[in-house]
């Protein structure tokens, strides 16, 4: 049994076999992205950029960096639950060796997601296109294997639009990013919560374990806390792990209830045929329909909870569709008279109501 909430001191390869198997709902891993870079860089006007140059980025040839690669991903799939998943993230250095690795290992790749930022760091020497993404890889661990996708969830969070695999967010900053008192970076690598945020709202649920196997400076782990998520980070350097501690530490414990941190997915929901409306007296036959909210087309209720309009007979979804000429969920199109209020709602109250009444 794992115990959540909490850093693990030391390399992930060694600390990842010693933790228990299909233990782990989702992986959330921001490794080493190998850089290769062999000389400063400098702005225009002679002063170096602050370019990731640490030690755990450096890696003696592309061999070495697969060994690296297969070593922590053969480890975190076999903590993964059969139903979980794996995020990973990386730039044209390294996302496509390790893509190639994942699939080596029997993952399946979900999707691939763009993360482009709104603020890159600009190509100073101007010999090449300004790099402004970075491209996340999410994987099952299998093909075939269930894994947890809340789709409702992101498309609420994106004003009821589907989201797309292009993420626009701006690169870690102002008052999130940790600094030291010195006012250097902490993590040069530090990636900004909302990408985090999309990451975990939509591929988990409460209570979930989360694991980061290169924990840095704990975003994962603090926007795990804050949506209620566990969270399990594993981290070799002691600044970090120190940084990160005392970040999460900093926010409050999330005490909102389940149905507050997870949104419901109507497809799961329990069916109730447009028929039991009529069975319960919340319709009779020889109602009348309306197709939109004001002056549409009429219907008349049959008493097999059919529907008749224009000469044809069908179900409301049938005859939805043949009002709108196309694919039409009949639920959200139907309005009937509220015999209580006398106002017009939508059949889909009605039907609220009726679930409502059977809890």
């Known amino acids: 049994m794992i115990s959540p909430n909490r850093i693990l001191a030391g390399d992930c390869r060694t ?18 992205y190998n850089l290769q870079l062999h000389q400063d860089l400098h702005r225009p006007n002679g002063t170096i950029v602050n370019a990731v140059d640490d030690a755990w980025d450096q890696f003696a040839d592309f061999a070495a960096y697969d060994k690296f690669t297969r070593e922590w991903l053969t480890a975190c799939r076999r903590v993964l639950k059969p139903d979980g998943a794996l995020w990973v993230i990386g730039t044209y250095h390294n996302i496509h060796r390790v893509g190639a690795i994942l699939q080596d290992l029997h993952f399946w790749i979900l999707n691939e997601i763009t993360w482009i930022k709104t603020n890159p760091m600009p190509n100073f020497r101007g010999v090449r296109f300004t790099n402004a993404h970075e491209t996340l890889l999410w994987a099952a661990r299998s093909r075939g294997a269930r894994y947890t996708f809340h789709h409702h969830a ?21 008052k999130e990013r940790l600094r030291a008192n010195d006012g250097a970076k902490v ?11 999309r990451v975990i709202l939509s591929t988990t649920n409460p209570g979930d374990l989360i694991l980061d196997p290169f924990f840095g400076t704990g975003t994962t782990g603090a926007v795990a806390k804050r949506l209620g998520r566990r969270w399990l980070g594993i981290e ?13 530490d900093a926010i409050p414990e999330t005490r909102l209830p389940e149905e507050d941190l997870a949104t419901p997915d109507p497809r799961k929901r329990e069916r109730i045929p447009f028929g039991r409306l009529l069975e319960e007296g919340m319709l009779s036959a020889g109602d009348t329909l309306t197709f939109g909210e004001r002056d549409g087309a009429k219907a008349r209720i049959l008493a097999d909870a059919s529907l008749s309009c224009k000469g044809k007979r069908g179900s409301i979804h049938q005859i939805a569709r043949l009002l709108h000429g196309g694919p039409s969920n009949g639920w959200d199109r139907w309005f009937a008279l509220d015999r209580r209020t006398g106002e017009r709602i939508s059949i889909n109250r009605l039907r609220e109501e009726l679930r409502e009444k059977e809890k």
């Open 154 to 174: 992101v498309k609420s969070l994106n004003e009821q639009l589907q989201m797309r695999s292009d993420w626009v967010l701006p690169v870690c900053g102002g």
């Open 15 to 32: 600390i990842l076999p010693t933790l228990p198997e299909a233990s782990v709902d989702l992986v959330f891993a921001d490794p080493p």
């Open 187 to 197: 993590h040069s690598t530090q990636k900004p919560e909302a990408l985090l945020y």
């Open 236 to 248: 070799k350097d002691a600044a970090y792990r120190r940084a990160a501690q005392k970040r999460i």
